[in-house]
């Protein structure tokens, strides 16, 4: 199992245009040196991921942000100033240093300043920005641990970096700048709260529909388990399904089920969040036959969390 936490051997192999797992506080990424082609041709070939899904490139300081970014529109300083390193991913107008297969031909790229300190010195020893997108298979739920990816992807990248758990156990927040609007948008909810984000730059313009005609983080089902996923009151949807073995994902409060999930007794969210992706893949691999999940608060991480649970609930 390619699995270690050899830093030198993760940049050799990038240096030669490999792939490789690499922790971030989000989630696991699959990451290859983001101005070479070939090298990001193989992500998209591991993860059987369609070319029309633009990857996020990770930077590991604002120098690789001007060679990646050709505008910083009005907020752009103070959103990064505040945020990053960590979980803010920003979509801003492109310079032509970013192949078109990183951005699926769009005239924006997403980049990110991961906080994991095992990234932060990758990015460090590296002279390139890594495009990464989670280390998964198309559609399927994030990886959160080194585990998680060698049980998908172990026969078909390389090496995987071990950094232990991921903190935030969601994916990073998605804000881009619409040129037609001139206005900050918010793409995708996730570790970096819109509240927060809210109190530097001011409301955010939702959009449920991307740049692209399907921006697969946006897709309706996305970062789905195989098994159905039901959200909403527990106590009825286990009245509907009594006789079946239900797996239940609640925040804090104990279930009779066959597998009860309990994200956060004591009532934190971000703890919740940290824990929510292992649990539906343990609730996916046990003999469950459906998987409940509670509506969580939306205060916080709460809002990327019910984001998830509703994309993986979502009719395939
Ligand atoms: O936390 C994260 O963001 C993790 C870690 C590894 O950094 N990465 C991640 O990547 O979640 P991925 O590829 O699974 O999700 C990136 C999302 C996709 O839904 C993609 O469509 C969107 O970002 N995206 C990337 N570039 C974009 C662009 N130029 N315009 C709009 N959406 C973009
Ligand atoms: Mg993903």
Redesign the pocket.
Known sequence: MPIGTDIEQAAALLRQGETVA?P????????ANAFNEAAVLKIFQAKQ?PSF????V?VHDRAQVELLVSRLPEGTDQLMERFWPG?L?F??P?TDRVPDL???G?????V?M?AHPVARTLLGMLDFPLA?????PFGYV?PTTAQHVADQLGGKIPYILDGGPCS?G?????V?WGPETEQWTL??A??TAKELIESVIGPLQITDR???PV?????ES?YAPRKPVITGNITPLLEAHAGKRCGVISFTKHHDAAYNEVLSPAGDINEAARHLFAALRRLDASDAAVILAEVFPIEGLGSAINDRLQRASAKR
């Open positions: 690499i971030t506080e989000t989630v696991y990424g699959l990451a991921r899904d633009p990857l996020i990770h979980p991913t979509v801003l492109k990183v951005t699926s769009l005239d924006t790229v997403a990110r991961p990464a997108p989670s280390a998964n994030s935030v969601v994916e990073s927040t998605i881009g793409y995708r996730g570790g991307g740049p692209l921006s697969p983080g946006m897709l996305h």
